[in-house]
């Protein structure tokens, strides 16, 4: 198990690995993440599952290298084995029949949100899908993101592709020309902080899915620890997706910027 069986670059440093890992695959469900390890004193790393064929018995992986570990990973081949692929690990995505879902990704968030919107879509919603990056190099899984999506709109920053914009001027859009019964957030911290702020203003329900730092993966360390509703929660094991309108995102922020330094080395 954990041998990598097919690698692709989505950029540079973006790379998507379909790794063998059956059970995982058997068990997984949208929202569902696995924390790896390459290499015996390598760190911890949480990947959200983009995908899974229990056919195949394979799960599909995308990794954006950052630091020195993510870098070693995304470094590894066909063949590779990755030392350790732990999973699956935290709370599914809560899915039914929302009436239309707004599903915004930013970046690599865009590889989690991608099992989310085939979801929503399976389960009889209108999915709208707003893409957004820096630029059209950074867009991931566009044509993935069309087959389950009644529409999908594209935000880049430098307007090389799509719309020139960010994300939060997609979803306005949306929400000013229809009803929006649901959002789904996931990219980067500040992202779905915005997101939510303008949700909020519109009060339509919001779901984040939370990239906190994480050790174990099993609520025993703390270190994935956030404040929603004013309550202690660990990302781990009661998340990742939690009320976005509910989470201290300046605390999260503050948070996940601890060990910037430490990360680039």
Do not use: W
Request: one cysteine or more; charged letters at 25%.
């Amino acid at each position: 198990m954990n041998r990598i069986v097919a690698k692709e670059y989505f950029s540079e440093k973006v790379v998507k690995f379909v790794v063998e890992a059956p059970l995982i695959a058997k068990a997984r469900k949208a929202g569902h993440f696995v924390i790896v390890r390459v290499g015996e004193k390598g760190e911890r790393i949480p990947l959200t599952i983009a995908a899974a064929d229990v056919k195949a018995g394979t799960i599909t992986l995308v990794v954006q290298a950052v630091g020195k570990s993510s870098s070693k990973l995304c470094a590894l081949n066909p063949g590779d084995y990755i030392t350790d692929v732990v999973g699956p690990l935290g709370r599914a995505t809560h899915i039914e029949k929302f009436g239309t879902v707004v599903c915004c990704g930013g970046g690599v968030g865009c590889a989690p949100l991608l099992p989310i919107v085939a979801a929503m879509k399976e389960a009889g919603n209108r999915v709208i899908t707003v893409l957004a990056a820096r630029t059209k190099e950074l867009i991931i899984l566009e044509k993935q993101m069309r087959e389950y999506s009644d529409e999908v709109i594209i935000m880049t920053d430098d307007g090389s592709y799509g719309n020139k914009g960010l994300v939060t001027q997609g979803v306005e859009a949306v929400i000013n020309r229809e009803k929006v019964d649901l959002c789904v957030t996931i990219g980067p911290a500040v992202m779905m902080k915005f997101v939510s702020l303008l949700t909020r203003k519109y009060d339509i329900p919001t779901v984040a899915s939370l990239n906190t730092i994480m050790v174990d993966g099993t609520g025993m360390c703390g270190a994935c620890r956030i404040t929603v509703d004013g309550k202690t929660r660990f990302v781990c094991i009661d998340g990742p997706e939690f009320d976005a309108h509910q989470v201290d995102f300046d605390e999260m922020l503050m948070r996940l910027s601890s060990y910037k330094d430490l990360e680039s080395k």
